[in-house]
């Protein structure tokens, strides 16, 4: 069983809008609220970058500079699931789309212990 599962990218004009969901489940995350969860992209030819990241509670929410403003990430405890919206989407948002999770709150892609499988995003001009 795979314990992190992406779902909602697919191909969108650009100024669209989508919805990341990753939902973790199995006893790894029996205790989901005792983990931090990232989301990070990979572009083709480029190494995975960092998008966003939340605390456990969902109280803190940090972002890269390319997204801030028009990426949302949240979570819902009570479903094991962290999304991502994404709005004002770009043909530079073209990537491979990860969701991580890690005990610490972190942007290191390192420090993630756990990752799904990646949702295509494309973004067309």
């Known amino acids: 069983q795979v314990p992190l599962v992406e779902s909602g990218g697919g191909l969108v004009q650009a100024g669209g809008s989508l919805r990341l969901s990753c939902a973790a489940s199995g006893r790894t995350f029996a205790d989901y609220d005792t983990y931090a969860m990232g989301w990070f992209r990979q572009a083709p030819g480029k190494e995975r970058d960092f998008v966003a990241r939340i605390s456990w509670t969902g109280s803190l929410t940090d972002y890269a500079d390319s997204v801030k403003g028009r990426f949302t990430i949240s979570r819902d405890n009570s479903k094991n699931t962290v999304y991502l919206q994404m709005n004002s989407l770009k043909p530079e948002d073209t990537a491979v789309y990860y969701c991580?999770?890690?005990?610490?709150?972190?942007?290191?892609?390192?420090?993630?212990?756990?990752w799904g499988q990646g949702t295509q995003v494309t973004v067309s001009s």
């Open positions: 991580a999770a890690d005990r610490s709150y972190t942007r290191s892609e390192r420090k993630y212990e756990y």
